[in-house]
């Protein structure tokens, strides 16, 4: 039975992990936080401390991305509401990262909590 991208999406939910935006804001110092829209998306307004890796690509680029070199630590991940995000988090625990997590409404969440986007001039 094929799935629809939403159910898919509803899929990837069920098993991951995800963070709220006032959580990750308060606890996320450390993590490794991936942007994984495109990069014209990205240049509209990004999460501070921010790198972009599409989704497209990420799981070919994050291994040997400068970001996550050195003792690993805990990858939050975010899209515009969530659902990529929430796809990216699932392939990546797959790939064996540990300590994957989506950040919870994407940058809109995060926007509607309040919460500070860097804007690039």
Do not use: K
Request: hydrophobic share 50%.
């Amino acid at each position: 039975m094929a799935l629809t991208a939403n159910q898919l999406v509803e899929h990837a939910r069920g098993r991951i992990v995800e963070i709220a935006p006032h959580a990750f804001a308060a606890e996320g110092a450390g993590a490794v936080l991936i942007d994984v829209r495109e990069p014209a998306e990205f240049a509209t307004g990004h999460l501070p401390g921010a790198v972009n890796i599409p989704r497209g690509v990420l799981e070919f680029q994050v291994g040997s991305h400068p970001a996550l070199a050195g003792p690993p630590r805990p990858i939050v991940l975010y899209c515009r509401s969530g659902g990529r995000a929430a796809l990216a988090a699932l392939s990546l625990s797959m790939l064996g990262f540990d300590g994957v997590r989506s950040l919870t409404g994407g940058i809109m969440g995060w926007t509607e909590a309040d919460l500070p986007v860097v804007v690039p001039e």
